[in-house]
Every structure is written in C-alpha cells, then in structure tokens.
C-alpha cells in the first residue's frame, strides 16, 4: 500500500512555486531599448538610488534611467530572519578592510569583513532591517559643519514623507509617517526573549521608548522594514510597482565603470558594462551617483575626481583634485558578552527551518522567521563618555537571541579579493572609541542586562570560556572586556562619508549642500557617502531620506514646500 503523503509535502513545494512565481512577476523587466540619451542617469539602485528613480520618473516628461550592478532580489533575500545568510552571497560585493593595527586582532589577517549590497535595493536588501534615524542633533551638527539646509527641522519632512508605520501605536504618536512607499512595521513575532530585554532595560533605568520619537535613550523591540512580515528593501517599496512607467528604464546587471566630463567640466555621460558589451549613454541633465559609500568614491576616482597625488600614483587622469574617499567613518562592535539559557528559545537556524514555520511565513506573515536577522532588542544608552544631561546616547546595545553553535562556520574569514575588494579603514584610532565600547558592554550594562530579574526566567548565565587571546585578564574586568573588544571586531554595517557634504570652500568637502559635486557640472553624490559625519544609530532610513531630499534638490522644489502640511502625519492614513 502506497504510503500517504502528508498535507506538508503537498502543499509546501506547492505554495513555495507560487511564491516564487509572484515575485519574479513583481520585477518583471520590460526589454525597451536602450536609448542613447537620457534626463537623468542614476548609478546604483539601492537605499537612495531606488528613491531617486522613483521620484524622478513621477514626471511624466522626464526620461530615468538607473544602472544597477546587480540582479534582482530572491525568495531568501524575503525572510528577514535569514539577513545573515546573504553575506557573501551573491547579494554581497564582498570587501574587507585593510589589516589593522588594533582591532580585529583575532579575526583572519586582522580584517573586518565589510559586506555591501549588490541588487535591486542595494544594501537594504540585505541588511538586518533596523529603522533607526538617528538623533536630532546630527542633523543639526551637519549645519554647523556647513551643510545648509539639513538640519533636523529640514529632514524630519522627509522621513515622514517615506514611511509608512503600521503599528497604530507608534504610527499617530506625531513622530511617524503614514502613506509612504516603505514599510515599517515591528516584526509579528516577538520570542519570550525579546520582551524581558525591554523589561530588563526599565529595572536598569532605560524606559522604554519609541526610539524614533522625542527620547532617543533606552529599550525597545525594534521596528522594521518589513511589510506583511517580509523584507521591505528600497526595491519593493520604491520600485516594485513603477518597473513599468514609459519614462523609467531599469537596468539589473549594469556596472558602471566611468563618468564621461567633458572640457567644459560638465558631466557628460556614463559608461558602463552590460551583456558582454561597454555601453555609453548620455545624460541630458545630470548624472546621479547613488552606488554607496565605497563605490561611489570609487567610481569618482576612475573618473579622473580625487585625491591629486593618489589619482597620479594610480596613473589615472586628474579633472578635479578634490579629497575623495577621506572622511570614511563606520560603527564598530564586538559581540563580547554572551549568555546560556536552559529554554528552547535562543534562536538557532535548524530549529526554525520547518515546514510549519515556512508555511507560517508564506500564508500568513508570522512566525519566528519574521525576526529581524535574529536582533530582538535595540537598547541606546550613555557610557561614562556621553554627555549626562543630553538624551544623545553614545552607544546603541542589539539584543541578539541567536546561538553561537547556529553560526553552522559561518565564521569571518578572508574574502578573495582583489586589490579593488579592500577598503582602508582604522577602527579604533580615537582612544575613546575603545573605552565607550568596552563601557557599552560592560559589567553595567550589557551583563546587568542578561543577569537581570527578568532573565531569570530562563537561568541565565555568562557564557564563561574566556576569550582566546583574552584569558591573561580578570573575566569581565576592563582590561578583559577591552581585550574582547580589539580581538572580535566587527563592523555593524555603516560606512559613510567619503564624499563629504558641506561648505564649497571647505577643503574637506567633495560636494556641497546641494549634492553638486564641487567644480563639475551636472553630477551629483546622493547616497551614504554624503553624510559629514556619521549619524547616532543605523544609517538606512537616514540614506532613504537622502535620497528623497536629493530628489526634491534636483527638481528644484523649494524646502517651504516641503514644511508645509503637505505631509503632516496626520494626513495619511494606514493602510
Ligand atoms: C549587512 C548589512 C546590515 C545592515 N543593517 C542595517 C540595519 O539593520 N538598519 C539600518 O538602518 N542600516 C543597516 N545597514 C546599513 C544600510 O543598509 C546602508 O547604510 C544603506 O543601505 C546604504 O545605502 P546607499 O544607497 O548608500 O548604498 P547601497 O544601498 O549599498 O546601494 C548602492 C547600490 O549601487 C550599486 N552599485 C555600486 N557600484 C555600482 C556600479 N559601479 N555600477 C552600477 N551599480 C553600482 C550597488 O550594487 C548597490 O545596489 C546594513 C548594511 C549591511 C551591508
């Protein structure tokens, strides 16, 4: 007797097909030619280029074409509880950092992996989908470095105008946009675990907050960008449902080798490599650089913009001498503390790849695997070297409720690169920097946190084999916790700042407030590489709202417009 097979098998494969189905659907690219001339050219559809191309092209009469080197996003590049598994994937361009001096001590050749986004959604296709703006005073510190007209008061109207919040409860507290084209939303499940590090933070006096609204400091389970339980990237809710406007040409698989100025110093035109071919296209307008915070310098650099000294060495031309790739800033952690528990609750990938828990994901939007690449709390507070009295918190803690054996190898390890493959970056080179982190997660914070009342649930204890290389220190004393700190060093994601914005005649500037790059015409940077200094918390939504400003500065609307109650959050509704 032939055995039954069970509903699962049925309908599993079943409904992973039509999954699969409906999302290539949803990016079907429409083969129109490619013209020899175009309004814009957009380098780079990821975080910014993809709002870029969507605001752009809402005018009819305006021809947009965006260059993207990548492909088009994936069923795995969906599940937000699998970020991690995309690094080094083919979503990954895969850089790693020069060797350093003194952090990454213990990873192979001293260097920190630096994965960066290569697709349709660029890096917000893979990353762990915090949303996070930031603090009000970086917006306003960028004004006082000479960036005019983006301080706080002039870029809150651009968050609210992209997000559209689906928690009611956070949605109409006055901070929050409804209506946008991005989704945010706080995943659907939440594991037991989630929850007491909130509870955990209010016994160490953090509140929990909205950390995107008035206060900034203390606990909270974060918001997402994830619509219906999935991934939201820039390419679903900016490009999805515009792939077939007759003035928008899409172009995956484009990498763009050299921007073409001619001797008039005018941005010209792009050339770049597309089936097997070098194409040239031409751009009436301008030129948009959006290809991210290493790629863009980059790409500047090829095109004769830089350095004068490093441009020559590298025998490339000279246009304009201009200090790009200088201001490179980035997040480093250290995934230093670590706690057992005796519950089934940690988060280790085999325990959630069944059947059920697909099914859970695929019909309904819910289930563990909605879990923001395993970050269940997001807690931002003041080590002894932040201002007291100020809510600008110094350190943001990420609760990650995942096991070290569900790593499976995935362990950091050297990337083959080319020399192209490796950007120079020194973690570590204010004294500082070292102290806030070992503070950050030290013996008052970090450990209070998972040895606190509500851990005890759980029979929490410090996970206690000593760190290789560390063991000569007391257990979690600040020599150890600092030896931790230099040994597993890791970066959380965030380069910006190689083409800094700012004054024209500051000598540290490559493009000024209006993202025209300083003595060329008709190009422009709008992307993660902007930014004078990095902002206080992960650098998504702000990159998203760069790229929604950059789009109004290049149509010219006035900022007036933009305050106006065009997009008070009270207009929209959720939907
Ligand atoms: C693993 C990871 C996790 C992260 N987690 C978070 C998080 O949880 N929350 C958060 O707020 N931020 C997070 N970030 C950071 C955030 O996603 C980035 O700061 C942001 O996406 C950068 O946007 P961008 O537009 O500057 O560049 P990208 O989004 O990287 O876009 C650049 C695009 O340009 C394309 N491109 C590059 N060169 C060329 C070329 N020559 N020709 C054509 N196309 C080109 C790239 O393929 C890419 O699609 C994370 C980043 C990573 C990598």
New binding site residues.
């Given amino acids: 007797m032939p055995s039954l097979l069970s509903f699962e098998q049925v309908m599993l494969p079943l409904l992973t097909a039509f999954f699969f189905r409906a999302w290539d659907r949803q990016f079907e690219m429409k083969q129109r030619r490619i013209e020899s001339e175009y309004d814009y050219v957009i380098?780079?559809?990821?975080?910014?280029?993809a709002v870029l191309a969507n605001r752009l092209s809402e005018d009819v009469l305006t021809k947009v074409l965006l260059?993207?080197?990548?492909g088009l996003p994936d069923v795995m590049t969906e599940v937000p509880l699998f970020a991690g598994e995309l690094?080094q994937s083919s979503f990954d361009?895969g850089y790693t950092t020069e060797p350093q001096e003194t952090a990454c001590l213990g990873q192979v050749e001293r260097r920190s992996h630096w994965?960066?986004?290569?697709?349709l959604?660029?890096?917000?296709l893979?990353?762990?989908?915090?949303?996070?703006r930031g603090n009000s005073r970086d917006y306003d510190n960028w004004v006082q470095q000479g960036a005019h007209g983006w301080s706080w008061k002039d870029v809150f109207p651009y968050f609210l105008k992209s997000e559209d919040n689906r928690n009611p409860d956070i949605a109409y507290n006055g901070y929050h946009g409804r209506g946008g084209p991005l989704t945010v939303e706080t995943p659907a499940y939440i594991s037991p675990l989630g929850h007491r590090f909130v509870e955990a933070g209010k016994i160490l006096g953090y509140p929990n907050v909205d950390i995107n609204g008035p206060i900034q400091s203390g606990f909270t389970v974060p918001q997402g960008t994830v619509r219906n339980g999935a991934r939201c990237s820039t390419s679903k809710a900016y490009l999805q449902d515009i792939m077939d406007r007759p003035n928008l040409k899409v172009l995956i698989n484009?990498?763009?080798?050299k921007i073409y100025i001619d001797n008039k110093r005018r941005a010209r035109a792009v050339q770049?490599d597309y089936e097997g071919l070098s194409r040239t296209v031409f751009a009436r307008r301008e030129i948009v650089l959006?290809?991210?915070?290493i790629?863009t310098p980059q790409?500047l650099m090829l095109s004769g913009i830089g350095v004068r000294n490093h441009l020559e060495s590298l025998g490339l031309p000279v246009i304009a001498d201009l200090p790009v790739g200088l201001n490179l800033q980035d997040h480093v952690g250290s995934a230093g503390v670590h706690f057992l528990i005796d519950k089934p609750y940690s988060i280790i990938l085999p325990r959630y790849k069944k059947s059920y828990l697909i099914h859970d994901f695929l019909l309904r939007g819910g289930g563990p695997l909605t879990i923001?690449g395993g970050c269940e709390g997001l807690g931002f507070i003041k080590t002894p070297f932040a201002n007291a009295s100020e809510d600008f918190p110094d350190a943001e803690i990420h609760f990650i409720s995942s096991s070290p054996s569900s790593d499976g190898g995935r362990t950091i390890r050297k990337v083959q690169g080319i020399g192209s493959k490796v950007c120079i970056y020194i973690y570590f080179n204010h004294p500082d920097d070292i102290k806030t982190l070992r503070d950050g997660m030290s013996l008052k914070i970090s450990i209070n946190v998972g040895l606190s009342e509500p851990f005890k649930a759980f029979n929490t204890t410090l996970f206690e084999p000593p760190f290789p290389g560390c063991e000569k220190h007391q257990m979690w004393g600040d020599d150890y916790l600092e030896c931790v700190a230099k040994t597993y060093s890791i970066t959380i994601?965030?380069p910006v700042g190689t083409c800094k914005m700012g004054d024209p005649s500051d000598p540290t500037t490559v493009v000024d407030s209006k993202l025209r790059v300083k003595g060329i015409k008709s190009l422009r940077v709008a992307?993660?590489?902007i930014m004078p200094t990095i902002v206080s918390g992960?650098?998504?939504?702000p990159?998203i709202m760069i790229g929604e400003k950059a789009a109004d500065l290049i149509r010219g609307v006035i900022p007036n417009e933009v305050n106006d109650k065009k997009w008070s959050t009270t207009k929209f509704s959720v939907l």
């Fill in positions: 380098v780079g559809a990821g975080s910014a280029g260059l993207e080197a990548g690094q361009w994965p960066r986004g290569k697709g959604g660029g890096s917000s893979i990353n762990y989908m915090l949303y996070v484009a990498h763009v080798t770049f959006a290809a991210g915070a790629n790409l923001l994601y965030h992307d993660a590489s992960n650098t998504n939504a990159v």
